[in-house]
């Protein structure tokens, strides 16, 4: 009877807080998979897949995430084993955002004094550059609604004790974590003064953030209006890919070793003209005055 009337209770406060109009939850699910796989992840309302080894049928990610009931899509696609990029996508209408991850530092490299609880709730802080650029507008409402937890999410916990930092510098996106610490501050109180749970005194706390990584830059690629696909809202002009970086490099390069082997050549051309050389080249004048010719 206990658990009749317990279940006839919960479904009679349901109907209570829809009569009223309560506001509905907004449920965020993200669904995270790499073309390499995923290992570990750090978003508690996000959802592991094995890796996708394609590139260029990217609207399977759509089935995907229908399949596991996501509405959000972070994919990492890492090319030649040197360069990463992330989508990330909001299935099935769009839009879609492709940015150039630079400049990883994991937990493990940074080695920062800072910790945070796993699964908690991140504050999500944002530059005021975001809200002055439409194409930044939409990345910001994409990062809010991947990296945001939503309250009382399946694997979360119900505190808040990290910030996630996004700033905007040079055309990219800076992303920090720090970790949200609380100290007791022992100037407020009288020498002497004792305080007690009971007296009503507490003392007053100061808030610091301690950096506790990861660490990366996002640089801002393209702007699609469909979910891995559609027409081309944004453009970034000023990207130069790696590859073009790289292929620039080998050309000074080889044009370094080509300018040295024109010098040998005109080098050796030289000491030939000079009669320099012992093969090769014009001969040198034979002196009446040598000791081979006063001597033969």
């Not at 829809?18 to 993200?30: D, E, L, N, S």
């Not at 995907?64 to 990463?84: I, M, Q, W």
């Not at 996002?218 to 970034?236: A, K």
Request: some cysteine; proline content about 5%; overall charge positive.
């Amino acid at each position: 009877m206990a658990a009749v009337y317990k279940t006839l209770s919960k479904s009679a406060g349901t109907t209570e807080q829809k009569a009223v109009g309560a506001p509905r939850k907004h449920k965020q699910r993200v669904l995270i998979l790499s073309s390499r796989g995923v290992t570990y992840s750090l978003l508690p309302h996000s959802r592991k897949d094995a890796k996708l080894d394609t590139k260029s049928k990217l609207y399977q990610l759509n089935e995907l995430a229908e399949l596991y009931n996501c509405n959000n899509v972070a994919f990492f696609e890492a090319r030649k084993g040197k360069d990463l990029y992330m989508w990330m996508s909001k299935p099935p209408n769009g839009p879609t955002v492709k940015m150039h991850v630079q400049n990883i530092h994991t937990m493990d490299e940074l080695h920062f004094s800072g910790n945070c609880l796993k699964g908690s709730r991140p504050v999500l802080s944002f530059d005021a550059h975001f809200d002055r650029q439409p194409h930044l507008q939409v990345i910001k409402e994409l990062f809010l609604h991947t990296f945001g937890v939503p309250k009382g999410a399946r694997k979360s916990k119900p505190f808040v004790d990290h910030v996630m930092a996004f700033t905007v510098a040079d055309g990219k996106i800076w992303i920090r974590c720090y970790q949200i610490n609380e100290t007791e501050d022992a100037s407020t109180g009288e020498p002497g003064e004792k305080t007690s749970r009971g007296s009503g005194r507490s003392k007053e706390t100061k808030l610091n953030l301690v950096e506790i990584g990861p660490r990366f830059v996002l640089t801002p690629i393209v702007i699609l209006e469909g979910s891995f696909g559609g027409p081309v809202i944004y453009e970034n002009r000023e990207f130069v890919s790696p590859n073009q970086v790289r292929s620039e490099l080998r050309l000074r390069r080889a044009t370094k070793h080509n300018r040295r082997s024109d010098q040998g050549v005109e080098r050796t051309r030289k000491k030939g003209d000079l009669g320099l050389r012992s093969h090769g080249g014009r001969e040198r004048p034979r002196n009446e005055l040598d000791d081979s010719v006063l001597f033969a």
